[in-house]
């Protein structure tokens, strides 16, 4: 007897631990959509935790795990559709947790580490990634951007200013299929907060499906000698067939209809085990005109809509009295941008004596004194705000101690008094006067002087508003001046070129960091103040450096300049060259400080309006995990993407 209750006991026991064991190693289990899951059953898709890495990224919903299903509906101005590039964080090392930009976290990387001075860094990817059809996602994926495009001077893509440290590119070596290390000769301390920023934007994007792209590259096929069809194969916005990692992937393109569908390989989970994105699809419809997106918003027809940026502070009545007809709450989301609409003369203008005269540091004092920021407060923003000129946000972490608020107050209320008795001394004192009287000033040599605000023709409400009352005050002062409105595609040339006059562009606010987002303050690309000085330092210790040195520099590509020795651009260009490989933040900032006070004395290179004032959208009310308010970001900014940030993958619908 006894001994068979022995027998019984150890059968127990070890039949427990077997089950113990089990499901010690059984792994986690996760759920799926229900159109996934009759995939599955059919046999067309393979289960969840076969299409999911063996550590998925977790995502915390913002309220609530929410349900599956569903169309998210919205619109677009932008025939481009580019404004849902801000709505999907895709190929990404890392990502920002919130809007302030702060702290970073594991994106499709799980994890890195680096030397003590920066300058040596491993990352390790998430092990099992899959593109959207199913192939695997491995670092080979980054070196084919990396050796067969951005290193390859005969295609579009260039080596990042993030690739670059001590005026050298970095070296890259594969430890393994999930395992990266980068090189630098110099101290690259901002690399994690580079490799946070953008969405899944073409122009920041580092990883590509490889085993897609190379049937079109021309080193990898014969049936190709040029980039062009490559380029077009890179269209996430054309080509439904280009593998991706974002959330959604482009299912059907019209001309005034895109449709995203959910990836089944989207390596994101809520922390219940629930592959997201919680919505099946994404349904956004071209509209051209502004009103008529306005209306559409009034009328409820959005389900959650805050880009592009076309509802302005005017709007906000009207979507108040139509909230409960639509169905909708209105959103009023801090801008978090420090220098409202921005206006930025031409310093490399093809015109010998404009160029000069834009950029002489009393003519640009005489347009910014000449701007009626009081009016353009009152009128475009309702009193709200305050009013600047181009400066970064105060809310960047670099002006949060003593000395960086008072560094950024100094540099707010340079040249901003609304005096044209000032404007009007300063012009005569570089000989912009009225020779024929005509009432128009000249320029010193007698020629007529007329001044363009190129704007984009589908910019929104307060750019046009404001460029407006700029025109009326700068001609009030004697400088002939008319609003020049362009396509899109048109100023991006324009402004590649070098060709534009005084372009109106969007507000500044590039978010956690002055030097590690640097293209207001110092130029590093050809996007903003001085396109060719910035184009020529894009290029340096890249395998363009040397080429088209024969060609006139607009004849180059890309078009490029080398600034002069000594003048502030290259002043600048050094200054930036220390602090980015600055590891000690206080002697970082303090390099910043000199960077700002030569934007101080010798600028004003940006000429500010009025920054940070709330910006309206709508969302339905069974449109859930949506923060009602916003306070500590930027939202219009493209380096921390919104809505990406808030995981609109977490998104859902709910409508009872």
Known sequence: MDNTRYWLTLSLTLFVLFGLACISTAGPTYDQAPALEEKVASGELPPVEQRLPDNPLVIEPLNDIGKYGGTWNRFSTAEGWSFFVMAMDGNKFARFLDEKGLPNAPHLVREWESNEDKSSWTFHFRKGLKWSDGQPLTVDDFLFWWNDMARNPEQAAVCPEWAKAGGELMEVEKIDDYTLKFEFSASNPFLIDYLSMWSSNEWAQYIFPSHYLKQFHPDYTDEYDNFETFSQKLNRWRNTELPVVTAWKLKREKANLMVFERNPYYYAVDPEGNQLPYIDKVSIRYVADNEVFKLKMIKGEADMQIRPFVLSLRDVASLKRAEEKGNFETLLWAEGRGSGPVYFPNHNHPDPEKRKLYRDSKFLKALSHAVNRPKIQKVVFYGMGYQTNGTYTMKTPTFQSEKGGQVFEEWRNASVEYDLAKSKKLLDEVGVVDQDGDGWREMPSGKDLELRIDLDSETVTEHVDTSEIIKSSWRGIGLKTIVNPVSGAKLGTMQTNATFDIRNSWAIGDGSSVVGQPEWLIPVASDRWSPLYGAWWSVQGT??????????????????????????????????????????????????????????????????????WPRPGIVKNYFKNVPEKLSGGWISDWHISYPAVLNPDTFYIDKG
């Open 543 to 612: 395998a363009k450096e040397d080429t088209e040195l024969d060609k006139s520099p607009r004849d180059r590509h890309p078009p490029r300049e080398e600034p002069k020795e000594g003048g502030p651009v290259d002043r600048l260009q050094q200054l930036y060259k220390k602090a980015k490989t600055m590891v000690d933040r206080e002697k970082r900032n303090k390099l910043v400080w000199e960077m700002i006070d030569i934007h101080i004395e010798e600028g004003p290179f940006l000429i500010g309006t009025v920054g940070d």
